[in-house]
């Protein structure tokens, strides 16, 4: 399916009932040329209380995230937060990119939550969940208004994004950098423009992705690039390549990821690896166990994000040594929240 990462929807585990679509719909369908089904994407509005949330995972890095959205149009296949969209009614696989969600009052929930007296102005990192500069912000620009409230709060914001869209937002991003208030984590899985519409088909081209690294940078914005994740026998070869590109348009850090098929992604990215890569479908899946102990996901902390045995070992050493070579004084800025006026106006209050 054309424009899509998954290629199938899977049934949400906490709904009793299951839609499918008949072979002999499908049959039908082949014959006469019609759609199987309607593939635009659908946007809806929510109205949640709370745009912030405590992440209590210890190996994320991050202590609060916050989103914008949930499902996400760019489709990557591979994406951990597909499972969290049966919260919401929906399916982990084509629901997760064809029916998004959005928060119109994410800003107002933001500033209500930085003004509270018991905020201590940790770091809120947006997109920790589902990508904030995807296809819809560039029309309902939420993402861009929730900065102009860390902006003129001064409080510290991170950024997880494999859009070119955050190179609108430059002007109060490159504000922000000046007291040392923003971080930006660019995802960057591969060199290749084959791979990438494979594997994530609605996101910016990897020149793009690249350029904006390198614009970033070159305005004061610490860039940290995320390989992420690294899927054996299909990207895994590129790790030194990589590194020394995005080094080379100025990211001051990288850090990647092994895939894990947790939850519903195991069936929908086996299901997409048959359908795309079948003469390498099976030897990836097997690769993708092994680095897990024999299963498609390890939900070890700790032990999850880097996977364990010989596979998982040399990726570890290929990526430490193209840093090493080409990154080798990396390192991740750590983000001011001295400036943030609310905790100002209350150290002014003692006195």
């Not at 009932?17 to 635009?40: M, P, S, W």
């Not at 509270?116 to 589902?130: A, E, H, L, R």
Request: aromatic fraction near 8%; glycine fraction near 6%; hydrophobic fraction near 35%.
């Amino acid at each position: 399916m054309k424009g899509r990462g998954s290629q199938k929807n899977v049934h949400n585990r906490f709904l009793e009932n299951r839609y499918e679509i008949l072979d002999e719909f499908q049959n039908h369908c082949a014959e006469t040329g019609e759609e199987v089904a309607d593939n635009k994407t659908n946007y809806i509005k929510v109205f949640p209380k709370t745009l912030v949330n405590k992440v209590e995972s210890p190996d994320v890095g991050m202590a609060y995230s916050a989103n914008p959205y949930q499902g996400c149009e760019h489709g990557c296949v591979y994406c951990y937060a597909r499972n969290s969209h049966e919260y919401w009614g929906f399916g982990a696989g084509l629901d997760f990119e064809r029916n998004i969600l959005y928060k119109e009052n994410a800003p107002q929930l933001l500033e209500e939550t930085i003004r509270k007296p018991s905020w201590k102005g940790d770091t809120i990192v947006f997109s920790g969940n589902t990508d904030c500069y995807q296809p819809l912000e560039r029309k309902l620009e939420i993402t861009r208004k929730c900065i102009e409230v860390l902006w003129k709060w001064k409080h510290p914001l991170g950024i997880i994004t494999k859009n070119s869209l955050i190179l609108r937002d430059l002007d109060l991003l490159s504000e922000m950098a000046k007291l040392n208030l923003v971080i930006v984590n660019i995802s960057i899985t591969s060199l290749s423009e084959k791979t990438r519409r494979l594997l994530e088909p609605r996101t910016a081209t990897i020149k793009q992705r690249l350029k904006t690294v390198q614009v970033l940078s070159e305005n004061g914005i610490p860039v940290n690039v995320m390989m992420a994740p690294i899927i054996p026998s299909l990207n895994s070869h590129e790790i030194l390549p990589l590194v020394k590109e995005v080094a080379a348009r100025g990211a001051c850090n990288i850090n990647y990821t092994i895939v894990r098929l947790n939850g519903q992604i195991g069936e929908i990215f086996k299901d997409w690896a048959e359908k795309t890569i079948p003469d390498r479908a099976q030897r990836i899946l097997n690769q993708i166990a092994e680095c897990h102990g024999g299963h498609a996901n390890d939900s070890q902390w700790g032990r999850r994000m880097r996977g364990a045995g010989t596979i998982a070992s040399q990726i570890n050493e290929t990526f430490r040594i193209a840093k090493n070579k080409f990154l080798k004084d990396s390192e991740k800025p750590v983000l001011d929240r001295s400036h943030h006026q609310l905790l100002k106006n209350n150290q002014l209050s003692l006195f």
